[in-house]
């Protein structure tokens, strides 16, 4: 029997573990966008539903591999890519191979880049749910986690975010978290398969650089092309596994603290309603970590958008609670607003019980 190429097994084996656990007759589908990364995740999805099918048949067991393109409409000749993507799922064997258009708010307050992920998981979610997919496969690699930690990194964030992609979170799963951009790029080619590279990936200069003549580059591009080079160079092989591991480490622990701090949003609690009501003091109380937690996941539940809700918004709640002299409401993303009464937070959702007058207890100001 020929000897598979390296890199195409360890494509294989990744998979292969992400669909121990599908029951008979399962949907997956492949998330595609033409790339290297989730052709190869279509190849090998194709090959490994077949090989549990075949090697268990006799319980007659088998997992169905389809596929979703999305088509960001945001570069001309999309619906080509988009196409070509579905053709190769459908030459691979993926059946159903679903296209989906979508349509991207270029204005958007959250950026581009993330109102097209934002567009991107609604599109993939309808499918999933249309087709009653058990699991959605996506491409992301060491690499892309490695870029994650990076990207956090220079935001200043803390650690869910430094934490970058989980390998499972819902219906999501990621076989390929464990491997290298370069190995799906060899699988590819040991299958002859052609990937489509994004453009905007081969102009690593464009950007804030280049004088703002030459249209950014998405920002993950950028560190791709222009700053893990230069790590590696300077901090030796293994930079990128160094980073995807500190994604690892930080994700325990924060989802330890998010525990944690859920518990403490809880016992905070004290009124239900339109608002949400929170103890000053059983915040104040409390750890700096678990408490500016809490105050974001508040936040997060009068309605405020998880990526506009910045460290700048849960400064000024922490404000409220530990550095309080009487100061004025903070208005939160979402057109929510937050404020201090009575030894009380309210967080208000957008216009909701606003303008009502508290009852007289709570109108005294600290
Ligand atoms: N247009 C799309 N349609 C379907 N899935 C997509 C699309 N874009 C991205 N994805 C999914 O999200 C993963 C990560 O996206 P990312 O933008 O990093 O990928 P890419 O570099 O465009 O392509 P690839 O990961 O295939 O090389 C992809 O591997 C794929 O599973």
Redesign the pocket.
Known sequence: MARVAPALAATRTAVRAELADLGPGDLVLV???G?????A?AAATAHESRRVGRSVRSRGYAVRAGA???D?GLQAGSDDVAAQAAARCRDLGLDPVVVRRVEVDAGAAVGLEAAAREA?YAALDAVADATGAAAVL???TLD?QAESVLLGLARGSGARSLAGMPRRRGRYRRPFLGLRRAQTEAACTALGIGWWT?PTNLVPDAGPSAGGTVPAAPLRSRVRAAVVPVLEDVLGPGTVEALARTADLLRDDADLLDRLAADLLGRARTVAGDEVVLDVATLADAPAALRRRALRAAALEAGCPPAATTVRHVDALDALVVSWSGQGPVHLPGDARARRACGRLFLAPARAGRDRVPPASATTQE
Request: negative net charge; charged residues 20%.
């Open positions: 998330a595609c966008s790339g290297a990364d989730s052709l995740l979703v393109v999305v960001h991107r996506l491409g992301h892309d994004d």
